[in-house]
C-alpha cells in the first residue's frame, strides 16, 4: 500500500509571512494525483491543491503553490501572506490514477497562524 | 462544485444499540463512495469503500459485521454501526467518487459525530 509521510506535526506561522509544509509518499506507480486538504476545527475536509503525477508543472492557487519533485516523491506546501483564516490541520493525500481508488493521508500538520 | 451530504451531523447513543449514519451525493451520481473514520487528532483511515449494486470491501482489521455498509441507489450510501460501544466514538466521513470528471474528482462529507455513553 502507499504511504504519506508528514513529518512536522505542528506548524507556525507569523501572520502575512510564508509557511512550507513537508510531505513525502512511497508509491510504484506512475500515474497518480497528490492532494493538500485543510481541515478547520468544522472538521469539513477542504480540498487546497491538487497536482497530477504526469505534470512538471508545479500546482498553485493564489496564496497557495506547491513543489512538486516526482524522483523524490516529495510533495510540500507552500503558503505565502499567511491569514488568520488558515490555521487548521492539513492532510498531505495520494490518490492512484487508477480508476475507482482511494485516498492515503498522511498524519496531518497543526499550523498556527500568530497575529 | 458538487455537494455530497451526511446525515445525521452528530449523534449520541447508548452503548449496545445501533446507528445509521447516511451519504449523500447532492448533484452527481457516484457508484463508488468511501467511508473513513478519524479520532481526535489523528488521521483519516479509510474502513470500507461502498460500491452501489454490490458488496463493500472492508480494510484490513475493520470488521464488516460490525459496519454495515450499504449502498443500495446511485446517490446514497449508509453505514450502521451495529451493537455500538464506547471504542466505536470517532468522527465518520465519507467521500464520493463524481465520475463526470476525467480525475474522478472526490467530494468530502462534512462528517458525523458519534459518541456511544
Known amino acids: 500500500a502507499q504511504t504519506v509521510t508528514q513529518s512536522q506535526p505542528e506548524m507556525s506561522v507569523q501572520e502575512a509571512e510564508t509557511v512550507t509544509l513537508s510531505c513525502t509518499y512511497d508509491t510504484s506507480e506512475s500515474d497518480y494525483y497528490l492532494f493538500w486538504y485543510k481541515q478547520p476545527p468544522s472538521r469539513q475536509m477542504i480540498l487546497v491543491i491538487r497536482?497530477?503525477?504526469?505534470?512538471?508543472q508545479n500546482a498553485t492557487e493564489n496564496r497557495f503553490s506547491v513543489n512538486f519533485q516526482k524522483a523524490a516523491k516529495s510533495f510540500s506546501l507552500k503558503i505565502s501572506d499567511s491569514q488568520l483564516g488558515d490555521a487548521a490541520m492539513y492532510f498531505c493525500a495520494y490518490r492512484s490514477a487508477r480508476t475507482g481508488n482511494q485516498f492515503y493521508f498522511g498524519t496531518g500538520t497543526s499550523l498556527t497562524v500568530i497575529p | 462544485g458538487a455537494v455530497v451530504s451526511q446525515h445525521p451531523s452528530w449523534v449520541i447513543c447508548k452503548s449496545g444499540t445501533s446507528v445509521k449514519i447516511e451519504c449523500r451525493s447532492l448533484d452527481f451520481q457516484a457508484t463508488t463512495m468511501f467511508w473513513y473514520r478519524q479520532f481526535p487528532k489523528q488521521s483519516l483511515m479509510l474502513m470500507a469503500t461502498?460500491?452501489?449494486?454490490?458488496?463493500?470491501?472492508?480494510e484490513q482489521g475493520v470488521e464488516k459485521d460490525k459496519f454495515l455498509i450499504n449502498h443500495a441507489s446511485l446517490t446514497l450510501s449508509t453505514l450502521t454501526v451495529t451493537s455500538a460501544h464506547p471504542e466505536d466514538s470517532s468522527f465518520y466521513i465519507c467521500?464520493?467518487?463524481?465520475?463526470?470528471?476525467?480525475?474522478?474528482?472526490?467530494?468530502f462529507g462534512p462528517g458525523t459525530r458519534l459518541l456511544v455513553l
Open positions: 497536482q497530477e503525477a504526469y505534470k512538471q
Open positions: 467521500s464520493a467518487r463524481d465520475q463526470r470528471t476525467i480525475q474522478e474528482t472526490q467530494y
Open positions: 461502498s460500491n452501489e449494486g454490490s458488496k463493500a470491501t472492508y
